[in-house]
């Protein structure tokens, strides 16, 4: 029982870690953005619908047993340790349950034992006290994806311009692609297109190179932002609505 409430009470400590990876936001009365800041580690994220289809495309990629599995997968573990063995140490054996706790634990840049150990036991909390459905959710919402872009719904406005939902499969890949790498293989490197279509040709999936990729240079808000931030306003918490209408604002400037 001791053993029970001590994972639960870890489980709590890990949500508040996701809560504080979400960038602070400021919306009008019609709940458009208008101001946005960083979260603690300097990259920004955004609420937005997640596709099934990018749920499928990331557990094909990152964890094929992940419905299956406590949180960690034994036989990963024990194919990568064969594969080491053999001289070749590319490739890794954690799954999405632990990946989402070395995020939340800071861990990223790190690997050392004891973070293994801590990430283990919070892999194990978190599966006892959230769905499949819940750890995924999360994981999506705070996996780096380059260019001060964490979670895929802040990834797919910095990349293509549009929400996650208004996405080809091509482009829903292309961010896939971008994880475990982020620096090298997002959509604005010269390598992603290579490691890209062979990926894709592993996993059996049809993709194209993009051609509708972005670059933006500022993603801190709306119309109205400087107002906002001529008032020094901020946001306590996660999510602050304001009375404030962003096109009567735009109009009146």
């Known amino acids: 029982v001791a053993l029970m409430v001590m994972l639960s009470n870890h489980a709590t400590v890990l949500l508040r870690s996701f809560d504080a990876l979400l960038s602070p936001t400021i919306v009008d009365r019609n709940g458009a953005i208008i101001l946005r800041t960083e979260n603690q580690r300097g990259a920004f994220t955004r609420d937005g619908e997640i596709p099934e289809r990018l749920k499928e495309l990331v557990i094909a990629k990152e964890d094929e047993f992940f419905h299956y599995h406590p949180g960690v997968n034994v036989w990963s573990y024990l194919r990568v340790t064969g594969q080491f063995i053999r001289g070749n140490r590319s ?15 800071g861990n990223e840049s790190e690997r050392t034992a004891k973070n293994k150990l801590s990430e283990l036991v919070a892999s194990i909390a978190l599966e006892l006290n959230l769905s499949k459905d819940e750890i995924l959710d999360m994981y999506l919402r705070v996996a780096y994806l380059g260019n001060q872009s964490q979670g895929f719904p802040e990834a797919s406005q910095v990349y293509f311009g549009k ?11 292309s961010l896939v692609a971008t994880l475990g790498s982020p620096s090298t293989r997002n959509p604005w490197s010269a390598r992603h297109e290579g490691y890209t279509r062979t990926l894709a040709t592993h996993l059996g999936v049809s993709w194209e190179m993009p051609s509708t990729i972005k670059k933006v240079s500022d993603r801190s808000g709306g119309n109205a932002k400087f107002e906002l931030r001529s008032l020094h306003a901020t946001c ?6 304001s009375t404030i ?3 009567l604002t735009a109009k009146l400037r």
């Open 91 to 105: 490739g890794g054996a954690s799954t999405i349950t632990q990946q989402l706790a070395k995020i939340l634990l």
């Open 163 to 173: 929400p996650l939902t208004q996405l080809s499969d091509s482009e829903l890949f």
């Open 236 to 241: 306590p918490t996660r999510m602050c609505k």
């Open 245 to 247: 209408d962003q096109e």
